[in-house]
């Protein structure tokens, strides 16, 4: 039978279509990362998911953490920036490919999860935020399996059924779980470096509570917000319990443009540990 590919949506804009040239381009960002290894195991990372360019160096620091670790399955949570496909939803493939070859789902884990909560097969999607981030796990992992789970619920208080599944069927297994979001996204620099700055400060303190605060204004704009608090959620279930910052820009960082009224977007790479 032949395998059911989910192909490349975003190589060649995103990210280099030519895997020479998307290695050289990962390997010039891992070798700008200074910060020491976490030593304690890595159950979680936020990582950001926008283009290499502006994103990938940011990511990298999340990334780089990860070498020597093994993991038998790595949970993608992303948010959907296309049209809404379900709640929680999951490609109905084996693989997603990219240009450094294709990454297999674990489809024992998804049927296990499909058990305890709803979440739907779909067909096709167009989503980039879990995409953006497989380049990155093949150059630090080898062997791995994904779950990649788009989420297009927006309240943090409807997770809880999919928060107790995901804690269920994660424990007993080396699970790495990925929230995928951008930070702030406003046209004001300063803005977003302020507003920014309150999320990071909720997240390393690791209380719950005060990062659902800093997450649920009605001018939030981090797009991964539920992806977010599910990670941490189900992180703190499984014992992790300190929450490293390792890197933050923005998109006006990157680009010198710092100009007034300029369209701005944060990024974040931390560790849960």
Known sequence: ???????SVIAGTWYPGNAGALKNMMERYFKDVRQKPVKENIVGLISPHAG?????????HGYAQLAGHFYDTVVLLSPLHQWPVGRFAIRDCDAYQTPLGNVPLDHGFIAKLRKQTDVDLIQDE??????????????VMKDMRIV??????????????????LTKVSKGSRVLIIASSDLYHIENYQLVKEKDE???????????????????????????RVPIMIMLS??????????????????GDITGDRRAGQYTVGYLSAAVY
């Open 148 to 165: 990649p789970v788009m989420i297009g619920e927006w309240d943090m208080d409807q997770c809880d059924a999919f928060i107790d599944a």
């Open 52 to 60: 290499y360019i502006y994103s990938g160096k940011t990511a990298a």
């Open 198 to 224: 309150a999320v990071i400060r909720a997240v390393e303190s690791f209380d719950l509570m005060r990062i659902r605060e800093a997450l649920s204004g009605p001018d939030c704009t981090v797009c991964g």
């Open 126 to 139: 167009n989503e980039h935020s879990i995409e953006i981030q497989l380049p990155m796990l093949q150059h």
């Open 1 to 7: 039978m032949d395998m059911k590919i989910r192909k």
């Open 234 to 251: 189900v992180a703190g279930r499984l014992g992790a319990t300190h929450v490293k910052i390792l890197h933050h820009t923005t998109s």
